[in-house]
C-alpha cells in the first residue's frame, strides 16, 4: 500500500496508542482502581468512571472475530486486494480494533485466526497491523 | 387525545438525479412546495424546521443545507428548528419534530434530508470532499487501515453472519434484487437505475468489500425529501390523509463502528415494540435502510420478523417481500435500486404506499401499518407508521 496512510491527529487521549509502536508496545487505556479497558481511549474509565486510568501496554497477541477483504481503490493509488479485519484482542475483553491483516495472501485469512501485532511506521505514527501466528 | 399525536401530513421530493446542477437549496425548495400542496398547508402555517444531519462545512455534499438557510430563504417564522448528525441516525429527526409538536412547541414541522453527493463528485472546487489526509473523531480507529467506507465497516457484520448463520451471497443478493425490481417502476429511479438486475449480473459482478459486490452498495445521489410533522390538534388544517407516527425509537450505546456486538437495529427494533400494542404481524409493508445490503437483514432480525440468525432465511427467493409477497419491502427500490436519499426516503415511500399511492408499484390489499427505518450501524432509528 503505498498510498499514506490517514493520519490521526495525536492528543493527550490518543497519543500512547498511536506511538507504542516505537517501543514496540500496544498500549489500551486500563482502569487503575477496577482494572478494565476503555476503547477508543478517553480519561474516564467507561466501566466505573474512575479517572485513574492510564495506557497499559497489552499482549499484542488476539483472534480475527471478522474481517473483508476491500477490493475498492478507495483512495488515488490504494493497492487492492487487501484485508480489514476486527481483532479480539487477548487479555482485553471487550475492545476490538480495526486493523489490517498483513504478511499473507488475502484468501488465506479466516475467522478466528490467531495474530500478533506488527507496526508500521510513518512520520511519526506506528499503526498496530497484524500477522498471522503460523 | 389527538393534540398529543403526531402525524405526517405532507411529504415532498425533488427530482431525483446524478450530477443535477439545480442549487441544493432550491432542491430543498422543490420539496417543501410539493409537501406543502399535498398537505393543503401554506408555508406561512409552517412554525418549525428539523434535518439530519445539519450542513457539514467539511464535506458539503453530504449536507449542503441547513435548517438555519431553509428558514431564511423561504420566510419560515420558526418556534423550534434543529438540525445536527448527534442523534440517533436519519429518520430521529423526523422523531424529534414529533416530540416537539407533542410537546406544543410548533404546529406543522419541515422535516428535510438534502443530499448532493453525486454533483458534489462533479464539483469538487464548489463542493470539496472530505479531506482524508488527518482523520480524528471515530473515523481514526479505522480509516488510517484503509477502512473508509461504512461498505467496509458493515460489511464485517455481514460477513460474521455468513460464518455463524450460513448466509450465502445468493440470499444476500435479495436486497437488490428487490430493489432493483421496484426501482424500475418507480419514475423518480429514472435516473438512477437504467437496467434491470438478474442474479447471474449480480454474482458476477465486481467485489467492493465482501460480501459486498457493486449492486450491494448504494450510488451516490442528488435530491431533497421533505417530511412534514404535524401536530394531533392542527388536523384540520390538513388536505391530506395523516399518517399517525404511532411508535418511534432509536439507540446508540458506542459510537464506534467496530467495538458493537451488534448493530443498533436489534436494540431500537425491540425498543419500538415495546412502545406500541400492535405486533409485527399487522405490518403490511417495511421500508428499511439499505445503504448497504445487508443492513435490512439487520432490521428484519432486530424487529423481529425473523428470529436472530435467520433473517437471510426470511428473503431467500424474494417471494415474501416482493410487492406481491407477505411483506413488501422497499417498495420504491430503496437506496440500493432508487438511490442514496439517505434514510428519509423510506418514511417517504411509506407514507405513499399507506394513503395508496403508489401507482404501478402500490402494493395490493389496503396497508393499514409500515414501519420506516434508517441507520443500522452503532446508531439507528425506527418509525411505526399508522393509517387510521
Redesign the interface.
Known amino acids: ?1 503505498s ?7 495525536l492528543d493527550a487521549d ?1 497519543r500512547a496508542f498511536w506511538t507504542g509502536g516505537a517501543e514496540g508496545k500496544l498500549y489500551i487505556v486500563r482502569c487503575g482502581d477496577c482494572g478494565q479497558y476503555t ?2 481511549p478517553k480519561p474516564i474509565c467507561r466501566h466505573c468512571h474512575s479517572e485513574n486510568v492510564a495506557a497499559a501496554a497489552v499482549a499484542g497477541t488476539g483472534v480475527i ?8 481503490p ?2 488515488p493509488g ?1 493497492e487492492v486486494p ?1 484485508v ?3 481483532v479480539k484482542l487477548d487479555g482485553v475483553p ?7 491483516i498483513v504478511g499473507c495472501k488475502v484468501d488465506e485469512v479466516d ?1 478466528g485466526d490467531r495474530v500478533r501485532v506488527t507496526f508500521e511506521e510513518q512520520d511519526g ?1 506506528w ?1 498496530p ?1 497484524f500477522e498471522r501466528v503460523r | 387525545m389527538a393534540g398529543r399525536e403526531a402525524y405526517i401530513t405532507g411529504i415532498g421530493q425533488s427530482e431525483v438525479g446524478i450530477r443535477l446542477t439545480r442549487s441544493p437549496l432550491l432542491l430543498t425548495v422543490d420539496a417543501v412546495r410539493e409537501a406543502l400542496a399535498e398537505a393543503g398547508l401554506t408555508i406561512e402555517q409552517i412554525d418549525g424546521v428539523a434535518t439530519y444531519p445539519g450542513k457539514m462545512a467539511s464535506f458539503l455534499g453530504f449536507s449542503p443545507v441547513s435548517a438555519d438557510e431553509l428558514i431564511e430563504a423561504l420566510r419560515i417564522r420558526s418556534k423550534w428548528h434543529m438540525g445536527g448528525a448527534e442523534l440517533p441516525a436519519q429518520l430521529a429527526a423526523v422523531a424529534s419534530a414529533a416530540m416537539t409538536v407533542k410537546a406544543g412547541l410548533a404546529r406543522h414541522i419541515i422535516c428535510f434530508r438534502t443530499v448532493y453527493e453525486a454533483a458534489a463528485l462533479a464539483r469538487p472546487e464548489e463542493f470539496p470532499p472530505l479531506n482524508r489526509q488527518f482523520v480524528d473523531g471515530p473515523s481514526q480507529w479505522v480509516a488510517p487501515f484503509f477502512a473508509i467506507s461504512a461498505a467496509n465497516w458493515t460489511a464485517q457484520y455481514a460477513m460474521r453472519h455468513m460464518k455463524r448463520y450460513g448466509m450465502t451471497r445468493e440470499q444476500l443478493a435479495q436486497v437488490a434484487l428487490n430493489a432493483h425490481r421496484n426501482a424500475a417502476i418507480n419514475p423518480k429511479a429514472r435516473a438512477i437505475v437504467k437496467e434491470p438486475l438478474t442474479l447471474e449480473k449480480y454474482l458476477s459482478a465486481r467485489m467492493i468489500t465482501t460480501p459486498y459486490c457493486l449492486y450491494d452498495c448504494d450510488r451516490f445521489t442528488d435530491c431533497s425529501t421533505v417530511i412534514i410533522v404535524s401536530a394531533g390538534d392542527a388536523l384540520d388544517e390538513v388536505k391530506c390523509k395523516p399518517i399517525r407516527i404511532a411508535a418511534m425509537a432509536g439507540s446508540v450505546n458506542r459510537y464506534s463502528w467496530d467495538q458493537v456486538e451488534w448493530p443498533a437495529s436489534y436494540e431500537t427494533g425491540e425498543d419500538l415494540w415495546r412502545r406500541t400494542d400492535y405486533r409485527p404481524k399487522d405490518v403490511d409493508t417495511i421500508q428499511f435502510y439499505d445503504g448497504f445490503a445487508f443492513l435490512p437483514i439487520t432490521w428484519i432480525e432486530g424487529l423481529g420478523f425473523a428470529p436472530r440468525g435467520e433473517g437471510h432465511r426470511f428473503i431467500e427467493g424474494g417471494h415474501r417481500i416482493a410487492r406481491d409477497g407477505e411483506l413488501p419491502m422497499n417498495t420504491a427500490g430503496g437506496q440500493l435500486g432508487a438511490g442514496r436519499l439517505h434514510g428519509f426516503g423510506f418514511a417517504h415511500e411509506a407514507v405513499t404506499q399507506l394513503r395508496g399511492k403508489g401507482g404501478a408499484r402500490q402494493i395490493p390489499g389496503d396497508p393499514r401499518l409500515a414501519v420506516a427505518t434508517s441507520g443500522g450501524g452503532p446508531m439507528a432509528a425506527a418509525l411505526l407508521l399508522a393509517r387510521d
Not at chain 1, 498510498?3 to 491527529?9: A, D, L, M
Not at chain 1, 471487550?94 to 489490517?100: A, F, H, I, K, R
Open positions: 500500500m498510498t499514506p496512510r490517514p493520519r490521526p491527529k490518543n476503547h477508543p472475530d471478522t474481517y473483508t477483504v476491500n477490493h475498492q478507495w483512495l490504494l487487501y480489514i479485519a476486527r471487550g475492545v476490538y480494533l480495526t486493523t489490517n475467522f505514527i499503526f497491523l
